[in-house]
């Protein structure tokens, strides 16, 4: 028998050490080799001299990871043993290939977790660090034994990094924080090291109550932390908006220094956005947003800003549409659901379904154009603040609905004309400017540039412009890249949808935008428009007179 085991024998469980051992024995007894060689001498094999670039098609540590489950037991064994090798720093180079073994293999066997405990009182930071990484990748619930052993490593003094893979894995426990986590969290916030200060953090962004303790260090660590004050900001917001709020206007307000201090502004902008999400609870904020001063940047934020706190009130607040899908045929069409096709991507499935609106006018296009467009731009304004080019198209199509002149079309095709760029855009981003500029460009019949689209123009492609607006859109929620790809990344990005997730979520985001409209109940994209102007100049200060 000489060949690769393709699935593990009946009763084989990942976290069940005993059933691989009787796999392993199933497979020695039947003489199972892989080029030769028996599982144990391909762990074995690991101990041999490694080139600088191994090939994984001949490299032990790739084979036995390809082995899968039945190798665990021996590289289990490996790590219990108590000496690899006469000279100490083999020994853990032995040690380290193992739990790279282990890390390459998927699933990840939930069985090794007491060896990567037992890996964590080895006096390596690099092994200790890999054994924190599989235990973060494995997510255990937060048992008394793993808690007490992470929690070393988070208060080693001499490691920074050993004590961000730390707190990075007890962010990653699967269960409820332990108390002795969350105090542990709390000295961290002195950390001297501003990652394992940003993970404490996240650790107390999971308590599902933060109490008057937490309140108060998060409030001196918005003062202190120059480095992690958004999200120590964001997390005060959530809990006690009363007193973020003065706080994350002398944020905001920094904006207000002009270009000549880039990073004061990024972070007045990025504070902007954290109000963004706040929704309702930042209306009390309006007035002071509205007389902050600045180009078109800051504006067009504004603007995005004071829609995100009003929007989801004038939802609530109005009547919900009871659609008949016999009185209207876009209703029909809107809330058609039928088998997804086989032949094509969810995301070209989408353009497909976008052809069958294009005989109802322009304005239902633009306005289901609009709503796929809003659904993803904030993954351009996160991670871009101080590029206000997608935003600034958003609002001028939300013009050209509120108003459809041919001058209110150029101006939305000139402002969402956004090339981004595929070397240093994340991927979610990419797609969400483009999603924007195939979105302006439903108010027009004027011809695309032929770089827009190397596949083919949008007007080629099944749905138009609309069609490629919405394919954008999908993709940007799953985090791909539309057109050809973007080579960029950001730790700001949120975690992809599935392309199937990402199909519904656009489809869900226009139906909520346009059933409104359609059935007469209110209009989501002029009652928000009319609302936020009436505030913002209400809120700006008055021009001075001229004396005469």
């Known amino acids: 028998m000489n060949e690769e085991r393709e699935k593990p024998g009946p009763g084989a469980l990942p976290d069940d050490l005993a059933a691989l051992r009787r796999l392993e024995?199933?497979?020695?007894?039947?003489?199972w080799r892989k080029d030769g060689k028996t599982l144990r001498e391909w762990v074995s094999a690991i101990a041999l001299p490694r080139p600088p670039y191994p090939e994984e098609e001949t490299d032990p540590v790739h084979v036995v990871a390809r082995i899968g489950w039945a190798a665990v037991p021996a590289l289990v064994d490996t790590l219990y043993t108590e000496q690899l090798a006469p000279r100490p720093k083999k020994d853990l180079r032995l040690r380290a290939r193992c739990l790279e073994a282990l890390e390459l293999m998927e699933p990840t066997p939930a069985c090794v977790i007491p060896a990567l405990l037992r890996m964590l009182r080895v006096r390596s930071p690099r092994v200790q660090r890999q054994a924190i990484d599989l235990l973060a990748k494995l997510r255990p619930p937060p048992e008394a034994v793993l808690v007490r052993a992470l929690l070393v490593c988070l208060s080693d003094r001499h490691e920074p990094k050993t004590r961000l893979h730390a707190a990075h894995a007890l962010t990653r426990l699967e269960?409820?924080?332990?108390?002795?986590?969350?105090?542990?969290?709390?000295?961290?916030?002195?950390?001297?090291?501003?990652?394992?200060?940003?993970?404490?953090?996240?650790?107390?962004?999971?308590?599902?109550?933060?109490d008057e303790e937490v309140r108060t260090a998060l409030e001196e660590q918005v003062i202190l932390d120059d480095d992690n004050r958004l999200l120590t900001l964001r997390l005060l917001a959530g809990a006690d908006p009363a007193r973020a709020f003065p706080l994350l206007v002398q944020?905001?307000?920094?904006?207000?220094?002009?270009?000549?201090?880039?990073?004061?502004?990024?972070?007045?902008?990025?504070?902007?956005?954290?109000?963004?999400?706040?929704?309702?609870?930042?209306?009390?904020?309006?007035?002071v947003l509205g007389r902050l001063q600045g180009g078109t940047v800051l504006?067009?934020?504004?603007?995005?800003?004071?829609?995100?706190?009003?929007?989801?009130?004038?939802?609530?607040s109005r009547p919900a549409p009871s659609p008949d899908p016999a009185s209207d045929e876009r209703i029909a069409k809107l809330l058609q659901e039928g088998e997804p096709p086989r032949d094509v991507t969810p995301d070209r499935a989408l353009a497909r379904w976008a052809e069958g609106f294009l005989p109802f006018g322009r304005e239902l296009c633009v306005r289901m154009a609009l709503a796929a467009a809003r659904r993803v731009v904030a993954h351009w304004d996160d991670k871009y603040p101080d590029d206000d080019g997608p935003r600034s198209g958003l609002i001028a199509l939300e013009e050209w609905v509120d108003s459809p002149t041919e001058e209110n079309a150029k101006r939305a095709v000139r402002l969402g004309n956004n090339i981004p760029s595929q070397m240093f855009c994340a991927p979610d981003a990419f797609s969400a400017s483009w999603a924007v500029t195939y979105a302006c460009k439903c108010t027009t019949d004027g011809e695309p540039e032929p770089e827009w689209n190397p596949e083919g123009e949008p007007r080629r492609r099944e749905g138009g412009y609309l069609g490629a607006c919405l394919h954008a859109a999908c993709r940007s929620l799953s985090g791909r890249a539309v057109i050809t790809m973007a080579f960029g990344s950001s730790e700001d990005s949120p975690p992809p949808l599935s392309p199937e997730q990402a199909e519904q979520e656009v489809k869900k985001a226009i139906r909520d935008e346009l059933l409104p409209w359609l059935c007469g109940t209110w209009d989501p994209v002029k009652e928000p428009l009319h609302r936020r102007r009436e505030l913002l100049a209400a809120a700006r200060p008055l021009e001075p007179m001229e004396q005469g």
């Open 25 to 31: 024995e199933e497979l020695q007894r039947t003489g």
């Open 175 to 210: 269960g409820p924080v332990p108390p002795e986590v969350r105090r542990a969290a709390l000295e961290r916030l002195g950390d001297p090291y501003k990652w394992v200060r940003r993970f404490a953090l996240r650790i107390l962004g999971l308590l599902p109550e933060l």
């Open 251 to 287: 944020e905001i307000q920094k904006v207000e220094r002009g270009e000549a201090q880039r990073k004061s502004m990024e972070q007045g902008l990025r504070a902007l956005r954290l109000v963004e999400g706040l929704g309702a609870r930042a209306e009390s904020l309006i007035p």
């Open 299 to 316: 504006r067009a934020h504004v603007e995005a800003v004071v829609d995100g706190i009003l929007r989801d009130p004038l939802h609530r």
